[in-house]
């Protein structure tokens, strides 16, 4: 029973430490869709990343960061496609998991 108790406990932590990589993977992705949104906003690209970052804690999945990035793009009147941003959402996340996962 042990060699079972040892292999349920070596894959719990794998999966909490997978869970933790990709969190960390989304908020690089965040914090690069507020760099990459500010041009557009004209706004402090610091602040505004946390807001994109922030507005992900809202769900789960991505649709929260690309309600946020719209409502806010529209707002300025950017012509900037749905498509658009979530090709850059898609980018920004390989990217971000290309640094964390070090693949």
Request: aromatic share 8%.
């Amino acid at each position: 029973m042990s060699g079972f108790d040892d292999r349920k406990a070596k894959a719990e932590t794998k999966f909490v430490l997978d869970a933790a990589l990709e969190f960390k993977a989304e908020a690089k992705r965040n914090k690069a869709l507020g760099f990459w949104a500010a041009e557009f906003l004209e706004k402090d690209p610091e602040k505004y990343a946390l807001e994109v970052i922030i507005a992900d804690m809202e769900e789960a999945g991505d649709d929260d960061v690309f309600r946020k990035l719209r409502k806010d793009l529209d707002a300025v009147n950017s012509d900037l496609s749905d498509q658009a941003i979530r090709d850059k959402m898609a980018e920004c996340l390989a990217a971000a998991r290309e640094e964390v996962y070090g693949a």
